[in-house]
């Protein structure tokens, strides 16, 4: 075990039996990543930075459950993503909608070639972050559940108490979205 492993395992002991410096510890080495985590769910930083910290609450809470053979930042970052998507569905009342304004028959891959595409085009990870928190509450939901964290169809259904077919059709809905809004971009730049 090299010295960041064994720190970290001091630190999940010690937040294990409660020891408030050991979680402000953990909280200050997360804190970045797991925003992120919930900013890619949430519409703006306020709501991101509640989601964060109600969710650390509860990873705090539920530390003893936490069973040191899995990453811990893999167990965190779950427990973060659920608290996000349990305040969208909270704010949306249990029941995700789709957006009628969308053409149905329009796709967007998330392919290899449609990064490089995009990179090619000087559209920075930042920016493709920045118009997927404007997507819907609905189809960004969906997107992140779906393309980031790798839940399936059936899971989000489930989770979100909707349809596998609402749920295919707000990922497909956000993708175009997506599409059509960086495409839109990029003719802008290139003009």
Known sequence: ???????????IDGCKNGDKVCQRKVYEQLYNQMLGVSLRYMGNMDDAKDVLHEGFIKVFTNMNKYSDDGSFIGWVKKIISNTAIDEIRR????KTRTDSDLIENKSFELEEENYNWFEDNNVTPDRIQEEIQNLSPAYRTVFNMYVIEGYTHIE????????????????????ARLKETLTNLIEKVNS
């Open 156 to 175: 989000i259904a489930d989770y979100l108490n909707i349809s596998v077919g609402a749920s295919k059709s707000n990922l497909s809905k956000a993708k």
């Open 1 to 11: 075990m090299n010295s960041d492993s064994a720190n970290l395992q001091a630190l």
């Open 91 to 94: 704010l949306s009342n249990s």
